[in-house]
């Protein structure tokens, strides 16, 4: 059931645009503007040949503030599918937006994609991003994932869970995120640094479903615990909880499910937080796209966006990082907990902008580095 009905001469025709366009190299490569005015350049020059036949689209430019080589398959995808052009540029979320800003009316992006709906929604309340009428949208995305006009939209899910060493720890040890303060983890735990995003979201919904002094003891709890076991990578956390460093690490689930791929002896386990009745639930946050407010593309854009939530896009947009499809209809990959066998908490994705301020002096109050 492809959604996507294109005339049979799309493919043909962005051929011959991408054949006069050399592909993009090296992994985060991208000579800036050099690149777009040249492509802008042929597409225009490919214009008075394409016109005769039908006005598709033939190109979207992507900000990307995700590792490339977890959308880079879907992206390519969508081109071959639809014979759009996706022309990608890589970078640090709070660079691209910044860019954003500074471009204007005159950026050349299309599409901002993200690993957090915090700064999707930082995007929208800057005026960067454009809403969206697209009943695709609303069928495939639940509403608690998306902005209310749809201006940006989660695309997969990542929850903020336990990693702990099976050779250490009981799952039935740990019932709630908050029981990591106790005294009883002192020098066993292991957490992001206070840059960290994910720690940053986080810590927004335990204040949002907890309120501010359950937040500031858990915090304080924290690092008191986890002494030395700072991390500024996900990874480092599984990797030191793997070893025995520590007993139990905060991460997204994902990481867990890549150090087991790896290494499937490893003597880890994931355990989703926060299930028992009238308890707060996992904590998730989505990574998710928006169309800019000054799309010179629109038409590709949305033709994008229409693809990634469809059913097919989102198995595999999901996939590339074992995240969580958001589409209801599509089952998470089978290593992962089922999603109908957890709860996540009931915090709206658009609130993470607002409470990310307030949230982060209270990590630095707390000490946390
Ligand atoms: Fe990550």
Redo the contacts with the bound molecule.
């Keep these: 059931m492809n959604q996507f009905h294109f005339h049979p001469g799309a493919g043909r025709r962005a051929r011959l645009v991408r054949g006069r366009q050399a592909r993009p190299s090296g992994p985060t490569g991208w000579s800036p503007l050099r690149r777009i005015a040249l492509l802008a350049a042929l597409c225009t020059a490919a214009i008075p040949l394409l016109a005769a036949t039908s006005p598709t689209p033939t190109q979207v430019v992507v900000y990307s503030g995700r590792a490339e080589r977890l959308i880079k398959p879907a992206l390519d995808s969508f081109e071959g599918k639809t014979g759009i052009r996706v022309e990608l540029l890589s970078s640090g979320t709070t660079e691209l937006l910044n860019r954003l800003q500074a471009e204007g009316d005159r950026t050349p992006a299309d599409v901002f994609l993200t690993?957090d709906a915090g700064n999707l929604e930082r995007a929208r309340e800057l005026g960067l991003l454009r809403p969206l009428a697209m009943r695709e949208i609303e069928r495939a995305i639940p509403a608690p994932f998306r902005a209310p006009d749809n201006s940006w939209v989660g695309l997969s899910g990542r929850i903020w869970i336990l990693v702990y060493n099976t050779r250490q720890v009981k799952p039935a040890d740990i019932k709630s995120i908050l029981d990591l303060a106790e005294p009883r983890w002192k020098g066993k735990i292991a957490i992001p640094n206070a840059g960290s995003e994910y720690l940053q979201a986080g810590v927004s919904v335990i204040k949002a479903t907890q309120g501010d002094s359950r937040t500031r003891h858990f915090l304080e709890g924290l690092k008191s615990n986890a002494d030395t076991n700072v991390f500024g990578k996900?990874s480092q956390i599984v990797e030191a909880v793997a070893k025995g460093q520590a007993a139990v690490g905060l991460v997204?689930h994902y990481?867990i499910y890549r150090h087991l791929e790896a290494q499937p002896d490893a003597p880890i386990a994931a355990l989703i937080p926060d299930q028992a009745e009238g308890s707060m639930g996992a904590i998730m946050n989505a990574a998710g796209i928006g169309v800019t407010k000054h799309a010179r593309h629109l038409e590709a854009a949305k033709l994008l966006v229409e693809f990634l939530v469809s059913q097919a896009g989102q198995k595999m947009f999901a996939d590339l990082n074992k995240e969580y499809p958001l589409h209801p209809e599509v089952k998470a990959n089978p290593v992962l907990p089922e999603r109908q066998s957890f709860r996540v908490a009931l915090v709206p994705l658009v609130r993470l902008s607002e409470l990310r301020e307030p949230t982060m002096a209270m990590i630095e109050q707390a000490g946390l580095r």
């Design positions: 690993n996900s997204n990481y």
